[in-house]
């Protein structure tokens, strides 16, 4: 058995309230239906931030559910890394707001920056900081408030993502600790940056009023050069983690992908000769929450006890940039 260095010992979620169903589009004017959406994404509804539900405001919540679970203070964090596309403000990071927020006076704070995978680079970056001897404690957070940045106006784009966010609390192992981390795996490819984006708005096109009338500062997705991309880079994570944890798929008690599409779940699912009954599937409820997606799962399944101590769940992302990354946990 590989030795661990850290585990999750605690997650928790936090979700706006409101739900936005497929039938409300059409109270916004987009042309679109309930049996296109589930056929093409197998989205049925999401949740949609309010004003006061901020980026920060879902990671507080979905943070005091880890600490809660994982009977960790605020004084007893050393690290808060926050996985984030859609930071509350560009100057300073989210995970600072969220480290004032929460009280953590000792943590260090900061954002991670890539898209959907955000959050397994996250808690890969927790487990090194804790192999180096750098820190003990970590909170690792997921928070997306996409409905901020998609165009509403674009119905190949807006019917696909959803608010929210999923924290977990990761903690060094004591020797003979069974639970932990076993393999992660990041790979990136920014050539093919501009199939998923948001052309302007940051350093280099600054915001002008024509870039806001043209709607650029928004995501723009070539949907399905990136459903192609997704499906064989999500394939390949799945068969890095497992080779790196030395285990084969029949050893995988779950897996949760990241929930963007049940096409490209299914397909992942199927490369890694995992059937359907071991793959999790929340994005009928949430839509595409971007890094937020994996740990609300996970916190899920755990509440739901599908997943339980002794558990090996295999966790395998993509998106933007692009990023795609993966890991396998022992509950
Ligand atoms: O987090 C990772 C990032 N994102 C993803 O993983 C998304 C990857 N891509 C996808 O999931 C799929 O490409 C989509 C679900 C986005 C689109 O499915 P598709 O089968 O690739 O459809 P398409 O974009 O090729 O569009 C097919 C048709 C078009 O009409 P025409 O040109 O064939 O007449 C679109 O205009 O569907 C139309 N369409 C819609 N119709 C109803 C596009 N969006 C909608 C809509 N409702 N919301």
């Not at 010992?9 to 589009?25: A, C, E, H, Q, V």
């Not at 409820?285 to 295999?314: C, H, Q, W, Y």
């Amino acid at each position: 058995m590989i030795p661990t260095v850290a585990r999750i010992t605690g997650t928790g979620r936090g979700l706006p309230s409101r739900i936005f169903t497929n039938d409300d589009f059409a109270s916004i004017g987009i042309e679109t239906s309930d049996e296109w959406i589930m056929e093409r994404t197998g989205i049925h509804e999401r949740r949609i931030g309010s004003e006061t539900e901020t980026t920060c405001w879902m990671a507080a919540a979905a943070a005091r559910g880890a600490m809660a679970k994982a009977g960790v203070t605020a004084g007893e964090i050393d690290t808060i890394i926050l996985s984030t596309a859609t930071p509350d403000r560009l100057l300073p990071a989210t995970a600072v707001d969220l480290q004032a927020e929460l009280g953590a006076t000792r943590a260090a704070a900061f954002d991670v920056s890539a898209a959907c995978s955000g959050w397994l680079y996250a808690i890969t970056i927790a487990e090194g900081m804790i192999a180096s001897g750098a820190i003990d404690t970590a909170l690792v957070v997921g928070a997306e408030k996409m409905s901020a940045i998609i165009d509403w106006t674009d119905r190949s784009t807006c019917v696909l993502f959803g608010d929210g966010a999923g924290a977990v609390i990761v903690q060094r192992n004591k020797a003979g600790e069974k639970a932990g981390i076993l393999s992660t795996f990041m790979r990136s490819d920014g050539c093919l940056a501009n199939l998923l984006y948001r052309p302007d708005g940051g350093a280099a096109h600054p915001m002008t009023k024509e870039i806001v009338e043209n709607r650029t500062h928004l995501v723009k997705m070539a949907g399905r050069e990136v459903f192609k991309h997704a499906v064989r880079e999500m394939s390949e994570a799945a068969d890095r983690a497992l080779d790196s944890a030395k285990l084969r798929s029949a050893d995988i008690d779950l897996l949760i992908p990241h929930q963007a599409n049940t096409r490209i779940i299914e397909a992942t699912a199927k490369h890694a000769s995992i059937p359907m009954s071991k793959v999790y599937v929340n994005v009928d409820r949430f839509g595409n929450t971007s890094s937020a997606s994996i740990p609300i799962a996970l916190d899920e399944v755990i509440e739901k006890k599908i997943v339980g101590p002794g558990s090996t769940v295999m966790m395998v992302a993509f998106g933007a940039g692009f990023t795609w990354a993966s890991a396998i946990i022992r509950l």
